[in-house]
Each structure stands twice: as C-alpha cells, then as structure tokens.
C-alpha cells in the first residue's frame, strides 16, 4: 500500500470518529519528544550576566531535549563569581551543580562566553576534551585564549541529545568537580 492510500485511510478514519467522539491513538514517532527543562541562576556572577546568558543560548540553539532557563530561585545550576583557582564545575552530570567562573582567567584572555557554556556542558553530561581543537566547546582552555567559540559542536550537540532522550530518567553520574 503506497503512502497516499495510507493518508487517505487516516483521513477517512479520522472524518468517521471525530463526529463519534472517539479518538484515534497516534504512533509513538509522531508525538513530539518531552524537553528536560533546567533553570540556571546568574545573580552569583553579576559581572557576566549577558555571556551566561549567551552560553546558555547557544545550548539552546544547539539541542532540543533539554532547555535551559534563567531563574532568580530554584534553579538547580548556579553560578558564582571567584577571583582565582581557575573556573570549574560541581556538578552531578545531569542538571544539577555550582558553575565557578574565574575572573583571573577572563583577565588572562579567555572568553567568558566559552567558559560559561563549556561549564554548562558538564552539567548537561559532557567531560572534558583539553586536546580537542577550538570548534570543541569542551577543549576548554587547551586551545588557548585566541579560542573564543562558545558554541558546541555538532557532536558534543549529540551527545547532550542522547544524554537527556529520557529527560531526568537518566542514570546520573555521581558529584564530580571539572575545571575550565
């Protein structure tokens, strides 16, 4: 049976029971998929308020299983300012942690944006890649400051993807501390 003889099925089934009152399951592929969404709060790195709020932008524009979304409270992902020791992650790998960012290394030259959503990619489930090149988020500092791609890559999108498919169902991986 060709498409068009499907689609014409469909139609007619549809036409007879919607006046009936009766509805029609729908194939598991034709529901959209849940998004996981994660509140983010920035008041604890009030010098970097727009680059959170763009690393978490490009995460946006980049999967679509899990969004994240600024809040003053309840956020499970929060942000601080520190002047020394490097920026890092606490985190459980999944939606939860304490994103730390560095004000000595944006003075060094690194970008604020990158380091915002690199740490943002460990809460999404992400480690570390420091050898990977710049169009890697999670290369980190590896690349040096000249790097300033804030946005993931292709795979790193993919990987995020398959991570949150099951939203917080997931296993999660224990607390870990990754530094920038």
């Known amino acids: 049976m060709n498409g068009?003889?499907?689609?014409?099925?469909?139609?007619?089934?549809?036409?007879?029971?919607?006046?009936?009152?009766?509805?029609?399951?729908?194939?598991?592929?034709?529901s959209a998929a849940a998004v996981t969404?994660?509140?983010?709060?920035?008041?604890?790195?009030?010098?970097?308020?727009?680059?959170?709020?763009q690393g978490a932008a490009n995460w946006n524009a980049a999967v679509t299983d899990v969004k994240l979304v600024k809040r003053t409270s309840g956020a499970t992902i929060k942000f601080h300012e520190i002047h020394s020791g490097g920026s890092y992650t606490n985190t459980n790998g999944h939606g939860r942690g304490d994103i730390y960012l560095d004000t000595s290394q944006v003075a060094e030259g690194f970008d604020p944006t990158r380091i915002a959503a690199h740490e943002l990619g460990h809460n999404l489930g992400l480690p570390d890649h420091y050898t990977g090149p710049c169009t890697e988020l999670m290369s980190?500092?590896?690349p040096g400051t000249?790097?300033?791609n804030a946005k993931p890559s292709a795979a790193e999108a993919a990987k995020v993807q398959s991570l949150w498919v099951n939203g917080f169902a997931a296993t999660a991986a224990a607390s870990q501390k990754v530094a920038y």
């Open 4 to 30: 068009r003889a499907i689609g014409r099925i469909v139609a007619l089934a549809t036409a007879v029971a919607a006046p009936l009152g009766l509805g029609l399951a729908v194939a598991p592929a034709a």
């Open 37 to 53: 969404t994660l509140y983010y709060s920035s008041s604890g790195a009030p010098d970097y308020l727009g680059q959170i709020d």
């Open 140 to 142: 980190g500092h590896g």
């Open 146 to 148: 000249a790097c300033t």
